[in-house]
């Protein structure tokens, strides 16, 4: 199985500044036939169903604003808030779609400092 | 609009057995594979189950391989889990989840999720 662990597991940025939060795997997620990383990131809300964010490691969801950001490839992966907003407190989690198991990080609380 | 709309959940003995219902709306249920995923109280989130859109491929977390089965049901646009020999460990809120690809196959992101259903295994 690919395991998947993200840091740091929690954060406190204050509001308008930069939050990231890492992700590595365990082995590659990047599918040498078509070049994309199959690595995704979600934004969960207290209460609330999971929303995906990134997909493709970089391709952001439509409706998802432009400061959220993904970057990274094979085993190393970043998520970007920049200009943090309150709204923008909640557990964000990478998983892998490469091989089932898909895989889950264990999660990064964000809160506002 | 897409909907995602989980049932079933409910305070079941250990040993016990349950049947989930995800029903689906506002999209080809047939071309998209769909997932189950849960989160036990608390904690992040667990991948149970994938099928793929035609209902012919089904893949497990070692976790449920042998007590739970995933299955669909196209023409009623519905998506199901039975859970079978339930533990403790099993006691989440389970989410249903879609594929956005429509070929049917899996190996996605996860881009509509329903609001979960509670299941709570204890005596």
């Known amino acids: 199985d690919i395991v998947m662990t993200q840091s740091p597991d929690s954060l406190a940025v204050s509001l308008g500044e930069r939050a990231t939060i890492n992700c590595k795997s365990s082995?590659?997620?990047?599918?040498?036939?078509?070049?994309?990383?199959?690595l995704a990131w979600y934004q969960q809300k207290p209460g609330q169903p999971p929303k995906v964010l990134i997909y493709w490691a970089s391709t952001r969801e439509s409706g998802v604003p432009d400061r959220f950001s993904g970057s990274g490839s094979g085993t190393d992966f970043t998520l970007t808030i920049n200009s943090l907003q309150a709204e923008d407190v909640a557990v964000y989690y990478c998983q892998q779609y490469y091989s089932t198991p898909y895989t889950f990080g264990q999660g990064t609380k964000l809160e506002i400092k | 609009e897409v909907q995602l709309l989980e049932s079933g959940g409910d305070l079941v003995q250990p040993g016990g057995s349950l049947r989930l219902s995800c029903a689906a709306s506002?999209?080809?249920?047939?071309?998209?594979?769909m997932t189950w995923v849960r989160q036990a109280p608390g904690k992040g989130l667990e991948w149970v189950s994938v099928i793929t859109g035609s209902g012919v491929t089904t893949k497990y977390a070692d976790s449920v391989k042998g007590r739970f089965t995933i299955s669909r049901d196209n023409s009623k646009s519905t998506l199901y889990l039975q859970m079978n020999s339930l533990r403790a460990e099993d006691t989440a809120v389970y989410y249903c989840?879609?594929?956005?690809?429509?070929?049917?196959?899996?190996?996605?992101?996860?881009?509509?999720w329903g609001q979960g259903t509670l299941v709570t295994v204890s005596s």
């Open positions: 989840a879609k594929d956005p690809d429509t070929t049917g196959y899996s190996y996605n992101h996860f881009d509509y």
């Open positions: 506002g999209f080809t249920f047939s071309r998209h594979a």
């Open positions: 082995q590659s997620v990047l599918y040498s036939s078509n070049n994309k990383n199959f």
